[in-house]
């Protein structure tokens, strides 16, 4: 990682990508997959970015997590979740942003819910998105917040793509709880990458 000191004031790459997975439009609002959404919007509204701007396929907000703090892209990809690379790619491309400061917010079936744990790389485990990030990033070594929405209790892909495709049966403010937690994390991380 690059420190701080080794980067001049508004140099290409100097910013950390910060992409929230999901489907656009309101049929997906509120559904496990776009979790990522929710918490990529979180992130914005604590960090007071101004209105996102339609770039690279996506929704784009970029600034300052807060005086003097970090500069951060928030792209949320408008492509729906099977083609997020297509959106993501091109945006990590225009901002020369290295890809150890690429940050994805993504649901992740294989953490309990209201479970969430960042890390560096891994595996796909089957999901869409990280696959067609992989693609359109150029490899998979991006840093995932994997927040946890909990796995139904069958392997039939049909039900597993119909969990995470639903909405969260979860009371709201344990939902809300789970989206703050993320935030946190992903907030946490932001700021290592920084320092």
């Known amino acids: 990682m690059r420190r701080r000191a080794d980067r001049g004031e508004g140099e290409a790459g100097d910013r950390i990508l910060v992409v929230g997975l999901g489907n656009p439009g309101e049929r997906h609002a509120g559904t496990r997959h776009n979790v990522g959404f929710e918490v990529a919007a979180e992130l914005s509204r604590r960090w007071r970015l101004p209105g996102a701007k339609r770039r690279f396929g996506g929704l784009i907000a970029e600034g300052r997590t807060g005086p003097g703090g970090p500069r951060v892209a928030v792209l949320l990809p408008q492509t729906y979740m099977n083609a997020s690379g297509d959106s993501a790619g091109p945006a990590r491309g225009s901002l020369k942003t290295p890809l150890d400061r690429?940050?994805?917010?993504?649901?992740?079936?294989?953490?309990?819910?209201?479970?969430?744990?960042?890390?560096?790389?891994?595996?796909?485990a089957g999901h869409n998105g990280l696959r067609s990030l992989k693609r359109g990033l150029g490899e998979a070594e991006f840093w995932r917040?994997?927040?946890?929405?909990?796995?139904?209790?069958?392997?039939?892909?049909?039900?597993?793509?119909?969990?995470?495709?639903?909405r969260f049966r979860e009371p709201r403010e344990e939902v809300e709880a789970l989206i703050g937690r993320a935030a946190d994390e992903a907030e946490r991380l932001v700021e290592r990458l920084e320092a």
């Open 145 to 166: 917040v994997r927040v946890g929405v909990g796995r139904p209790d069958s392997t039939d892909p049909e039900v597993v793509s119909s969990h995470v495709l639903s």
């Open 102 to 124: 690429v940050v994805v917010l993504h649901d992740e079936i294989d953490l309990p819910f209201g479970e969430v744990q960042a890390r560096l790389g891994g595996g796909l």
